[in-house]
């Protein structure tokens, strides 16, 4: 089976890529392969359960068409100051450039019209002055919310597009391999997710978009093909969760707050990141029985929490290189004590030494909006360094939002970025074998929906 383009993930970096390709007027046969379901066949049944069920062959939540994207909370970052290191390969100015024509072909498929985080100049001030008090960094950028449940619609909406523009998506197949001859690579080799068969499919161009949950695979891909990349940063965090009192300047101003610190002692960066008024925590899971916490947006489903992720950043050096390894065996810790699932511990517990208990949880202003979190201690797995950094970065946003760093404030572990694989490339995301490029955020240079769509953007216009 021969094509001109192939893209392995049906995420927003490769589904950008073809869209693209297409608006250019390119008549190339272009397929794309996911392992997942089509959007209108994808349900997580813990709407029905209230549990995670740990569904097989993979996650309805983080696997299919557009990715983890259609059931996260669906911002899209308007800034090139956000979002990844994409900036550094080919310029702040074409990064803004992309983006800026890259939003406009999602409100062309539906995204609303309204952007938060660029009126109350006067309030942003404020909260900028106190952040800078903190010794923290308010970084500006507007935010277009689509809501998890609005992302599906949008996506389902691109998803007829390209079928009805010859695009093949083909699903239900892993990719095993990628088929390389004289450091071009030809191919890829599949795998039925049912029934194991495999399929072999070749190709002028091969498109790696595999999205984080994809990240481990294509770093031994890179280590087997000798694909030049190199390890990068690791982020190692927690979910919390407050009430939306606590939050309600900063929702209703900024809608997210951008927050970046350097505590001491270690100084190491920490950042806000994802933040979800009125949302819900929730559990995804990869596919090897790794459960890790995320958090969604509804446009008109709403809790009386607000939650949002604190994310600590580590870079390792010589002689070490498995950073995604490293923030595995936290999570696999983590869920140890949680017996397969996420825990949660209130912040005040965590000061004074102590696990939560369930009972604690009942009884407290704030109540988990993810019923089937483990009440237990989250620091008996979290590093001495990652929570240490934690913990005074939640003071020190205390400065901004008072309440935030109050007794019943929940933290949800464990939260982690698999993305710090870095694939080496050009400025025209050429990788050292010919033919092979790698998009989006498992290709470590993307963090989130609008920059891994820019790249898929950029790779189109390369391959038209």
């Not at 310029?91 to 498929?109: A, C, M, N, S, V």
């Not at 951008?258 to 596919?287: A, M, W």
């Not at 604690?360 to 704030?366: F, G, I, M, R, T």
Request: charged share 20%.
């Amino acid at each position: 089976m021969q094509y001109d383009v192939i893209i392995v993930g049906a995420g927003p970096a490769g589904i950008f890529t073809a869209i693209e390709m297409l608006k250019q007027g390119s008549k190339k046969r272009i397929a794309i392969v996911e392992k997942g379901s089509p959007i209108e066949k994808r349900a997580c049944p813990k709407n029905k359960t209230q549990v995670c069920v740990n569904c097989k062959p993979f996650c309805h939540i983080t696997t299919g068409f557009s990715g983890a994207g259609a059931f996260s909370d669906g911002k899209l970052s308007l800034s090139a100051e956000v979002g990844g290191d994409l900036p550094d390969l080919i310029g702040y100015d074409l990064t803004q450039e992309l983006i800026d024509y890259t939003d406009k072909i999602y409100l062309e498929f539906g995204a609303t019209e309204k952007i938060e985080g660029i009126s109350e100049t006067s309030k942003i001030k404020e909260i900028r002055s106190k952040a800078i008090r903190a010794g923290l960094k308010l970084v500006d950028c507007p935010i277009r919310h689509l809501g998890t449940e609005k992302a599906q619609e949008l996506y389902f909406h691109i998803e007829k597009y390209l079928q009805e523009n010859g695009v093949e998506l083909i699903f239900g197949y892993n990719c095993q391999n990628l088929i390389l001859k004289n450091c071009r690579c030809e191919g890829v080799i599949l795998e039925n997710v049912k029934d194991n068969t495999t399929l072999a499919l070749y190709a002028k161009n091969t498109i790696v978009a595999t999205g984080r949950r994809g990240a481990e695979w294509l770093e031994k891909i890179c280590d087997q093909h000798n694909i030049s990349h190199q390890p990068g940063t690791v982020d190692i965090g927690v979910r919390v969760e407050v009430r939306n009192e606590i939050m309600e300047e900063i929702n209703e101003v900024l809608y997210e707050s951008k927050l970046i610190g350097y505590p001491k002692p270690f100084k190491n960066k920490v950042r806000t990141f994802c933040q979800n008024p009125g949302g819900f925590v929730s559990q995804e899971n990869y596919d090897n029985n790794l459960a890790v916490v995320n958090g969604h947006s509804y446009k008109d489903k709403k809790s009386q929490n607000t939650n949002l992720s604190i994310l600590c950043s580590h870079n390792f050096c010589y002689p070490f290189n498995q950073p995604i390894a490293y923030a595995q065996k936290i999570g696999e810790l983590t869920n140890m004590l949680a017996n397969g699932h996420v825990l949660v511990q209130r912040f005040g517990d965590i000061l004074d030494g102590k696990r939560t208990w369930e009972n604690e949880l009942s009884c407290s202003n704030v109540r988990p909006t993810l019923p089937d979190a483990v009440a237990g201690d989250i620091t008996s797995a979290m590093p001495y360094r990652a929570m240490t950094n934690i913990i005074n970065f939640i003071q020190a946003v205390d400065t901004v939002v008072p309440g935030f760093a109050s007794v019943e404030t929940l933290l949800y572990s464990p939260e982690l970025k698999f993305y710090s694989n870095k694939i080496k490339m050009d400025k025209n995301l050429n990788t050292n074998i010919a033919s092979l490029h790698c998009l989006g955020d498992s290709s470590g240079w993307t963090r989130g929906l609008m920059m891994a769509s820019v790249m898929g953007v950029l790779m189109g216009r390369q391959l038209v």
